[in-house]
């Protein structure tokens, strides 16, 4: 559960007073420095994106984050009590998800696998059914529930897997590079949606993404990362970065001229 005192446990407006630290992460595997010194703070209601090379250990550091891979350094969350937890909540949307699109799973099966211990071959209850389609609703979704995943398309597979991250709200929402192979469309109403739902459930979110010149019109923060935080910032100064532009050229910066309140709606 999300900690009491968290503005997202009430699904409050955004509080700006939460924070994950990430404070001296290190990884070694075989032998090899994956990730070493790792210090970042990131704020509710704020998306921040990971960008680097490949094999600079973005996923790395999610894997790190969610305990899947042993680390070094601390997590910590402080909630808008000020008070910190060594354990924050971790909602996770990852690149794929594995299974056989001829099986016949549905939405919901998946969310009574995931969400509950009631076996999925039992029908499912009216309560469990509900806390799916306000799960759903979330992101839009709640026309999903009874089709089967295989004939889902990849932007809709993704918006049901966030749902599923936001089962229950987290106190930081990873998303690694969660529309890859999504047409241009379907990228764009992902990030929309995840835009509108960090102001909304006041999320910390951590994004893993190549696309730059996505990451620029949304992310609040972008961290440029290659073993280590080479630097970080708006996307303007990041992209006026040497390094930044040595990597990956010039980046035009294009922002979006929509409202991200949350109040429209
Ligand atoms: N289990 C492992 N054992 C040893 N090395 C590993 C292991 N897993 C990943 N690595 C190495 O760690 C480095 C970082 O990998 P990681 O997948 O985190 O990079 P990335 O920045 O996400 O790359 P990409 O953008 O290509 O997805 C790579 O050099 C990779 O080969």
């Known amino acids: ?22 404070n001296n992460f290190a990884v070694n595997l075989a032998d090899t420095v994956i990730l070493q010194d790792v210090n970042l703070h990131i704020h509710c209601g704020e998306l921040t994106a990971i960008i680097g090379p490949n ?33 924050p909540l971790v909602g996770y949307v990852p690149q794929h998800l594995d299974f056989d699109p001829g099986a016949p ?28 389609q306000t799960a759903l609703k979330r992101v839009q979704a709640s026309h999903l529930l009874d089709r089967r995943l295989g004939k889902l398309s990849g932007g809709e597979l993704q918006r049901v897997l966030l749902a599923l991250a936001l089962t229950p709200i987290p106190d930081l929402l990873l998303l690694d590079e969660p529309v890859s192979g999504v047409d241009q469309r379907g990228m764009e109403i992902f990030y929309e949606m995840v835009s509108d739902l960090r102001h ?20 609040d923060r972008i961290v440029y990362l290659n073993k280590t935080v080479i630097c970080s910032g708006t996307p303007a100064e990041v992209f006026n970065n040497d390094q930044v532009i040595k990597e990956f050229g010039k980046i035009e910066l294009c922002p979006l001229d929509v409202d991200h309140s949350g109040k429209g709606d």
Request: hydrophobic fraction near 40%; proline fraction near 4%.
């Open 55 to 87: 094999g600079a250990g973005k996923s790395t550091l999610l894997k790190a984050i969610l305990g899947e891979i042993p680390h070094q350094g601390e997590l910590r969350f402080l909630d808008a009590a000020n008070r910190s937890t060594s354990a």
């Open 200 to 219: 909304r459930y006041d999320l910390s979110i951590i994004l893993v993404s190549h696309d730059l010149n996505l990451m620029a019109r949304y992310a």
């Open 105 to 132: 799973i549905s939405v919901m099966d998946l969310f009574g696998a995931s969400t509950s211990r009631w076996p999925v071959c039992w029908s499912h209850r009216q309560a469990q059914r509900l806390n799916c």
């Open 1 to 22: 559960m999300a900690a009491p005192n968290s503005c997202k446990a009430t699904e409050n407006p955004a509080c700006g007073l939460c924070c994950t630290k990430i």
